[in-house]
């Protein structure tokens, strides 16, 4: 997810855009390539604004599911964690430009705060976790976040900490889509914000790559778009697996609850997934379980995004999306160096996919 719920990278770049072409063109003629139509820069400027606009919204969805089973299983705090610091770099940049307009300036205060909230609901909901450990963590995320604060506020180094925010929103889907792999589930997303995510980000990425954009904004873009198409993959994949809780200890902190060597398997209740439900019922010899439970909207929307047929689609226009965007990145950085990112990708995955089956032994 990102599903989950980030910033565009359209709407970071366009604070060094605005700061430095205050006297520019109207806003559906900045940046435009001088060698393509002015209705492709039009278009790509356009697909900028709806994926800023976006980011108002991607995270209520999995925010009201956190609360409403009140749990945040299947969620990684790393994903969560990354994302609220790169939020939080990013307040001190926007507030050094004077020349910035309100709405960036709301934005930059808005979504920090949602992602707080959201990190508040790990606080509260995550029983699961070692104690200890939980608090370690927190005191670790305290003293990080106070020195971003006096680096930036003291030091004056916001321009220089903005690589800083680049490379967590970058990274920051990782540890969410290793998550998923381990659990072999989706079942703690909300898979409305996963497919929120994944229009933003498409129009986040047609939005860099038809402009011109500094280098470091299209390696952003090639990595968290990329990254929330495969989470839409393990989303469609994992579907079946919705009813397996498949609880495994924090990558981050430890968790007090482990596989015992058997999947166990939870009923759907109300509108959510129910992590929260007091009994678990081991899966029955003939492999049955209750197919008519009560579900959410955003369940309804998954059933349909994976039935058999439009599974495989959505499967195959995932592929070529995916080989697009690095066809894109090697086009953008005009050299074949680029193809290090994808492999990068895959060479992340198939480790944490050894280190599941080989190490941890499931």
Same mark, same amino acid.
């Given at each position: 997810?990102?599903?989950?719920h980030?910033?565009?990278?359209?709407?970071?770049?366009?604070?060094?855009?605005?700061?430095?072409?205050?006297?520019?063109?109207?806003?559906?003629?900045?940046?435009?390539?001088?060698?393509?139509?002015?209705?492709?820069?039009?278009?790509?400027?356009?697909?900028?604004?709806?994926s800023?606009?976006? !980011?108002?919204?991607v995270? $209520? &969805? =999995?925010?009201?599911?956190?609360?409403? +089973?009140? #749990?945040?299983?299947g969620? %990684?705090? @790393?994903?969560?964690t990354?994302?609220?610091?790169?939020?939080?770099?990013?307040?001190?940049?926007v507030?050094?430009?004077?020349?910035?307009?309100?709405?960036?300036?709301?934005?930059?205060?808005?979504?920090?705060?949602?992602?707080?909230?959201?990190?508040?609901?790990?606080?509260?909901?995550?029983t699961?976790?070692n104690?200890?450990?939980?608090?370690?963590?927190?005191?670790?995320?305290?003293?990080?976040?106070s020195?971003?604060?006096v680096?930036?506020?003291v030091v004056?180094?916001?321009?220089?900490?903005?690589?800083?925010?680049i490379?967590? !929103?970058?990274?920051?889907? $990782? &540890? =969410?889509?290793?998550?998923n792999?381990? +659990?072999? #589930?989706?079942?703690?997303? %909300?898979? @409305?914000?996963?497919?929120?995510t994944?229009?933003?980000k498409?129009?986040?990425?047609?939005?860099?790559?038809?402009?011109?954009?500094?280098?470091?904004?299209?390696?952003?873009a090639?990595f968290?778009?990329?990254?929330?198409y495969?989470?839409?993959?393990q989303?469609?994949?994992?579907?079946?697996?919705?009813?397996?809780?498949?609880?495994?200890?924090?990558?981050?902190?430890?968790?007090?609850?482990?596989?015992?060597?058997?999947?166990?398997?939870?009923?759907?209740?109300?509108d959510?997934?129910?992590?929260?439900?007091?009994?678990?019922?081991?899966?029955?010899?003939?492999?049955?379980?209750?197919?008519?439970?009560?579900?959410?909207?955003?369940?309804?929307?998954?059933?349909?995004?994976?039935?058999?047929?439009l599974?495989?689609?959505?499967?195959?226009?995932?592929?070529?999306?995916?080989?697009?965007?690095?066809?894109?990145?090697?086009?953008?950085?005009q050299?074949?160096?680029?193809?290090?990112?994808?492999?990068?990708i895959?060479?992340?995955?198939?480790?944490?996919?050894?280190?599941?089956?080989?190490?941890?032994?499931?």
């Amino acid at each position: 997810m990102e599903t989950q719920h980030v910033f565009s990278t359209a709407w970071l770049t366009s604070l060094n855009d605005t700061a430095n072409n205050s006297d520019s063109e109207d806003i559906l003629h900045q940046n435009c390539r001088s060698e393509w139509p002015v209705s492709v820069c039009e278009f790509a400027n356009i697909c900028g604004l709806i994926s800023t606009a976006i !980011w108002f919204v991607v995270l $209520f &969805p =999995q925010i009201v599911k956190n609360w409403r +089973r009140k #749990s945040v299983v299947g969620l %990684s705090v @790393l994903w969560a964690t990354a994302n609220f610091s790169a939020s939080l770099i990013n307040v001190f940049f926007v507030f050094r430009i004077q020349e910035l307009p309100a709405y960036v300036k709301v934005s930059a205060i808005y979504m920090p705060t949602l992602e707080l909230s959201m990190l508040t609901q790990f606080w509260i909901y995550g029983t699961h976790y070692n104690q200890k450990l939980r608090w370690l963590y927190l005191l670790v995320c305290l003293v990080c976040w106070s020195l971003i604060v006096v680096l930036e506020v003291v030091v004056g180094i916001y321009k220089e900490m903005e690589w800083a925010a680049i490379v967590l !929103w970058s990274i920051e889907t $990782f &540890p =969410q889509v290793i998550l998923n792999m381990q +659990r072999t #589930s989706t079942s703690g997303q %909300s898979t @409305l914000s996963v497919c929120i995510t994944l229009v933003g980000k498409t129009t986040d990425f047609l939005s860099t790559y038809l402009l011109t954009r500094p280098l470091q904004y299209i390696i952003m873009a090639y990595f968290s778009s990329s990254m929330a198409y495969i989470n839409g993959m393990q989303v469609v994949w994992y579907w079946r697996n919705r009813h397996i809780t498949n609880e495994l200890p924090s990558p981050v902190y430890g968790g007090t609850e482990s596989r015992d060597g058997g999947q166990r398997y939870r009923y759907f209740t109300n509108d959510d997934e129910a992590e929260n439900v007091a009994s678990e019922l081991e899966i029955p010899e003939d492999d049955s379980v209750d197919n008519n439970p009560p579900v959410s909207p955003s369940l309804k929307i998954e059933r349909v995004l994976c039935a058999i047929p439009l599974r495989i689609i959505f499967a195959t226009f995932i592929s070529v999306t995916l080989l697009g965007y690095s066809v894109g990145l090697i086009w953008n950085t005009q050299s074949f160096i680029a193809l290090i990112a994808p492999i990068g990708i895959v060479a992340v995955m198939l480790a944490s996919y050894v280190y599941r089956k080989k190490i941890m032994g499931y």
